[in-house]
């Protein structure tokens, strides 16, 4: 049974917490069948991760399972291999192999920030190709409580009274304390707005309860900072997309 289909069994709302392999192989699955067959595709350039091509960032993803899978590397990996001349189907190809050799459950936050990764980079291809983005996807739950979480802790460093951040079916307390300010907006843009895909300026159009200046800064952190240009438009609604296997 494929990642997808065990899902599709175990999880038919799709919007539910599932295993953090489960759901990063369902993530590896879908861009795999975003990919398969489009070899032209290969030297699109992504303008959410700048320099980068649809194969460096199928690189970047297969380097990463390889460096999990052997133990040798904490994430994340900033760049693709330079000197690697695999292409496109080739890369697409080795990673089942090299995401069966990562342990079904994961030490720590590693198997989470493996599925943030690939969930992040997806919809950055699915960006650059002009393919739908899911509106619902099983990588959605963890991957925005980790993101809400990396976010939370900036917002104490900075010193920033907390936030609440709402969607549909899931709302969290960024910070500490009563918080002072609630920012609504669908899970594909919120989660875009913590992943440095958004412009400040963007961010500012959420549903914001209050003037949320004073918070915008929080939204650098991690390895995420908001683009000074645009990448893409806010999808308030994304379409449905197909999952792989389904």
């Avoid at 690939?118 to 959605?140: I, K, N, S």
């Avoid at 400040?200 to 309860?209: N, T, V």
């Amino acid at each position: 049974m494929t990642a997808a289909r065990e899902v599709s069994a175990a999880a038919p709302e799709r919007w539910v917490r599932v295993p953090d392999k489960l759901g990063y192989d369902l993530t590896r699955e879908s861009i795999t069948a975003l990919l398969a067959g489009r070899p032209e595709v290969a030297g699109t350039a992504v303008p959410a991760c700048p320099g980068w091509t649809v194969r460096d960032l199928v690189a970047h993803l297969a380097d990463v399972c390889r460096a999990v899978g052997d133990g040798t590397q904490v994430l994340p990996l900033e760049h693709p291999d330079p000197d690697e001349e695999a292409g496109l189907a080739e890369l697409l190809g080795r990673w089942p192999g090299l995401s069966a050799r990562v342990p079904e459950r994961s030490e720590g936050l590693r198997g989470i920030i493996m599925t943030m990764d690939a969930l992040t980079h997806e919809l950055d291809l699915r960006q650059a190709l002009g393919d739908p983005v899911p509106a619902a996807h099983p990588a959605y739950p963890a991957s925005l409580d980790l993101v809400v979480l990396g976010m939370g802790l900036t917002v104490v460093a900075q010193g920033l009274p907390a936030l609440r951040v709402e969607t549909p079916g899931a709302d969290w307390v960024i910070g500490q304390g009563e918080p002072g300010i609630t920012v609504r907006g669908h899970r594909h843009d919120l989660f875009r707005s913590l992943t440095g895909r958004r412009t400040l300026a963007q961010i500012s159009r959420l549903d914001w309860s209050g003037p949320p200046g004073r918070w915008l800064p929080a939204f650098t952190w991690g390895p995420f900072s908001p683009p000074e240009q645009a990448v893409e438009a806010p999808a308030a609604e994304p379409a449905d997309a197909p999952v792989a296997g389904r």
